[in-house]
């Protein structure tokens, strides 16, 4: 199998206490992302 294909090594799971925390700064990353990306968008159209 090409080494492209094959799929990631596990991670291990995050602590109970770690997962709201770093859920929430995903989901404002993911939020500023698409924010700053539509603003590019139209003001580079």
Do not use: N
């Not at 799929?7 to 990353?29: F, G, M, N, S, V």
Request: zero cysteines; charged letters at 20%.
């Amino acid at each position: 199998m090409l080494s492209i294909f094959k799929p990631a090594p596990h991670k291990a799971r995050l602590p109970a206490a770690e997962i709201d925390p770093t859920y929430r700064r995903l989901r404002w990353q993911i939020f500023l992302g698409i924010f700053f990306g539509y603003a590019a968008y139209y003001l580079v159209s």
